[in-house]
């Protein structure tokens, strides 16, 4: 299994479905409905300091109802639109059941988060 960088979840490509997607984008519905499709291992995202009605991460329910592990860092502890910030700097602030079940834990940092989740993933720089 792999895990993606990416700016964006604009930058999804097929061949990630089943992956480990970690994102700099916010964790709202449209971006859940964004990777919903390809079915990750697990998605990351930035909380994006919550937003009104938390907004920013509101897609994590959506996507723990799709079957799909989620969770978010910081917008505090990772740069918004920066995946590798999000990897190597970001701190779990909030996750969806699934995630949890696989061993996410809030204040987490989000490599060891992935890394718990997904212990067989392999970093790609892309």
Not at 15 to 41: I, T, Y
Not at 88 to 116: K, M, P, S, W, Y
Request: proline share 3%.
């Amino acid at each position: 299994m792999d895990i993606f960088l990416l700016d964006s979840v604009g930058y999804v490509q097929p061949d990630m479905a089943q992956q480990v997607l970690v994102s700099g984008s916010h964790g709202g519905m449209s971006a859940a409905r964004f990777v919903a499709p390809l079915q990750p291992a697990l998605a990351v995202f930035n909380d994006a300091g919550g937003g009104r009605d938390d907004a920013g991460i509101s897609g994590l329910a959506w996507l723990d109802d799709q079957a799909i592990a989620a969770f978010a860092v910081g917008h505090f502890s990772a740069r918004i639109g920066d995946a590798r910030s999000t990897y190597h700097d970001g701190v779990v602030t909030h996750c969806n059941a699934r995630a949890a079940a696989l061993g996410v834990e809030l204040g987490q940092a989000c490599a060891q988060a992935v890394q718990r989740a997904c212990p067989r993933a392999r970093l790609l720089q892309k």
